[in-house]
């Protein structure tokens, strides 16, 4: 509420906390949380589209509804992709085949569907282990001339780590970071450089500002 109050009285923009506000600060968060648009099915973002004129409500009355609502439903599509990724990355894929992938984040749409879903990950996933196979041609090329070379994780091994370490971090996200990543998202609304600095944060700011963090 304090947040709110501020934003709306203080803030250089002199904008109020609307529904047009409120419309930014959804399309903010969703685009935060997802910003390859690989999780989300559209349903999902149809579905808490209930909320995108009432962020500005519900952050005048300090609730945090649809923030957690939302990132419940992240966390179960982390789950859900990870498990899919790591199906897909066990499957023979074929590499002698044109295939297209839209990388540009302005080109790129929310799944309809699971079995959408499903080939843009089987896109996604032989497209990252091409690369990864190259980079370990080159490593073994290099380790030929250079045997001091550290051979690195097959390719496969690499990627199932990948993936399952972004879910383990998703999962270690607290309430705190939760509501932090959700109010900046609404205070960003006002302009790009205005963020919200949780109690945690906040303390390490002023660590790394007074240059005192040893290690």
Known sequence: RIVAKLMQDDHLSKRKLDDTMSSRAF????????????????????E?????????????????????????RFLQRVDERTDLAAELIDEDHDFTIDEEMITDPKLLSFAKNDAEARDNWRKRIKYSLLVLRGDANDEKADGEKDKTVKKKDDPKDRLRKRYSSFARRMHQIDAEDI??????????SFDPHTTYLSKGTFENFLIQMGLELEG
């Open 48 to 72: 808490f589209s209930k909320w995108k004129t009432e962020l500005d409500d519900q952050m005048l009355k300090g609730e945090f509804l649809a923030a957690f609502e939302v990132f419940d």
């Open 27 to 46: 399309d903010m968060f969703i685009k935060n949380l997802d910003p390859t648009k690989s999780y989300f099915l559209q349903s999902d973002v149809d």
């Open 179 to 188: 509501v932090e990543r959700y109010i900046t998202a609404i205070t960003t």
